[in-house]
């Protein structure tokens, strides 16, 4: 797997998850968005970042281990692998298969990954330890808290395959990006071209913006006709002169 350039990371973190949607979209990805989805701690950041795969099942009282007995908690535990196997600037992906009934993880095992660089931890179910991981300097999202026990009715089986996140295809190695309004998920081999491409948008519409606000009609301006574009590319250039 070729590796991403640190500059498309950086462009993909600094543009909205909605011009990265739209981007996708007109390429035809028509939901690449997880609805849903959102962050404990909106002020935590924008992040970008490589998916790293996990993914759950219901949990059932002949596989897992006595659940009166925490101390055990540690064997037999792929949970606690991926934690352990993920690396600095990866995304932390969880199939919980949309069921927040029980935590995909709590404040322990968010402090661990925020200490070891992790990028960001995404669930498609519960987080539980909320109001620690709330105020955590780390982008955490999911659908839900919960204080229930992730082995009341999840088992984690697998890593670093496929996974459904949000009824979104989440393949390890795809690109994530999340912002204070969610997260998408961009397929690795255009992560590249969206990067550019979206950059380019957000300064177009920060241009746009400045005619709506100042009163202009939709029509001819969003999206923009010729002579606005002829507006916005001496606008452009003034920018770069200075």
């Not at 950041?45 to 996990?54: C, D, I, K, P, S």
């Not at 659940?67 to 540690?74: E, F, I, Q, V």
């Not at 987080?127 to 088992?155: L, Q, V, W």
Request: some cysteine; proline content about 5%.
């Amino acid at each position: 797997m070729a590796p991403i350039a640190s500059q498309t990371l950086e462009k993909l973190k600094a543009c909205s998850t909605a011009t990265l949607t739209t981007q996708l979209f007109k390429r035809n990805y028509r939901q690449q968005f997880l609805v849903g989805i959102t962050p404990l701690n909106p002020s935590a950041g924008a992040f970008a970042g490589e998916a790293f795969t996990l993914r759950f099942i219901p949990s059932r009282e002949d596989k897992d281990w006595d659940l009166s007995d925490l101390r055990k908690r540690g064997e037999d535990n792929m949970q606690w692998e991926a934690v352990e196997a993920i690396g600095a600037g990866q995304v932390l992906m969880i199939d919980s298969r949309n069921d927040p009934r029980a935590a995909s993880a709590g404040n322990m095992l968010m402090t661990r990954m925020m200490r070891k660089g992790v990028a960001a931890a995404i669930t498609d179910g519960a987080f539980r330890d909320g109001t620690e991981i709330s105020k955590m300097a780390f982008p955490a999202y999911c659908r839900a808290n919960t204080a229930s026990t992730r082995p009341a009715y999840h088992r984690a089986v697998d890593m670093q395959l496929p996974i459904g996140c949000a009824d979104v295809a989440v393949y390890p190695g795809d690109i994530i990006v999340g912002d204070s309004d969610g997260v998408v998920v961009i397929p690795r081999a255009i992560a590249e071209e969206v990067a550019e491409e979206s950059h380019e948008q957000e300064l177009r519409e920060r241009f746009l913006f400045t005619k709506i606000d100042a009163g202009a009609p939709l029509w001819g301006t969003y999206p923009p006709n010729e002579a606005t574009l002829k507006e916005y590319a001496e606008w452009r250039a003034r920018r770069a002169a200075e």
